[in-house]
């Protein structure tokens, strides 16, 4: 079985997808764990999709154009990344995770699955929720589920693809075998390109958004986010990525800058 929702997965466009234990939820914020979603749940199922290279460096399309004016060459690269990096990965995401909740439904295993963001609901629904609350951390069930680790900047940083993939998860009360954590350190002892970024990003280098929480150990797996965020600052629209961008981790660019 746990082939066959792999390849569900992997034929619907995930790039990369493993298994996590329910237990490995513990401490879960109350109405966020897996078993309040499904009462018997055994497993989570954690799946991703990558971004386009080419759209997440986006602003360099359109330098130079002949036919995109000047004063237009941000908002058409925001358009194309919106499209191509987000709408359309979360429409996959959306779509892997609904193929395999009503596979194992259809088995006879109660699952659930998740829109892969607050997408179109964003400003009426999301900012009433405090802090920006998920329904659901895909990011915790990934590294739980061995895709990757936490990085420095909070997000998933996977052998392949470094932290540029989006995620989305499935609850189920089948009891599936599960991935061990990432075995390599992935995030980069004494890299500092995503605090640098974030800190320019919001156009205010006395301010550092992503700040390490004190005491870090740099020799174990992060299975949780090692840094503070302001949130707000994240979800405002003004620092395009930054963080996600610059990141060496699995990129095919020797420096990112
Ligand atoms: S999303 Fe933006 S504001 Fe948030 S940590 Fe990353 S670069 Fe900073
Ligand atoms: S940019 Fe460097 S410090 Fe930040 S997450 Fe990537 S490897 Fe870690």
């Not at 234990?21 to 897996?34: D, I, K, L, Q, R």
């Not at 009360?173 to 890299?191: A, D, T």
Request: with cysteine; aromatic share 8%.
């Amino acid at each position: 079985m746990k082939d066959e929702i792999k390849q569900i997965a992997l034929r619907e466009g995930a790039s990369k997808v493993g298994i996590a234990s329910v237990e490995s939820f513990a401490g879960a914020p109350n109405g966020h764990a897996p078993t309040d979603f499904i009462p018997d749940a055994k497993s989570v199922i954690s799946f991703g999709v990558r971004l386009l290279d080419a759209a997440v460096e986006r602003d360099r399309l359109f330098m130079n154009s002949q036919m995109v004016p000047e004063e237009l060459r941000m908002p058409v690269q925001e358009y194309i990344y919106e499209t191509v990096a987000y709408s359309m990965v979360n429409t996959r995401l959306d779509q892997i995770g609904l193929s395999i909740a009503l596979f194992l439904e259809k088995q006879g295993y109660p699952s659930m699955c998740f829109p892969a963001t607050y997408d179109t609901y964003y400003d009426s629904l999301m900012r009433k929720i405090p802090n920006f609350q998920a329904f659901f951390s895909h990011r915790h069930a990934a590294v739980r589920a061995g895709l990757g680790e936490f990085g420095l900047n909070n997000l998933v940083l996977t052998p392949e693809y470094g932290p540029r993939i989006r995620l989305n998860s499935v609850i189920t009360s089948i009891q599936l075998e599960p991935e061990p954590i990432i075995g390599e350190k992935l995030c980069i002892r004494g890299c500092t390109l995503c605090l640098e970024a974030c800190a320019l990003c919001v156009n205010n280098p006395s301010t550092n958004i992503l700040t390490p929480k004190e005491n870090l150990n740099w020799n174990e797996i992060w299975l949780d986010p090692p840094s503070v965020t302001d949130k707000h600052a994240c979800n405002s629209g003004r620092c395009a990525g930054g963080c996600m961008r610059v990141c060496p981790v699995g990129s095919k660019r020797t420096h990112r800058s």
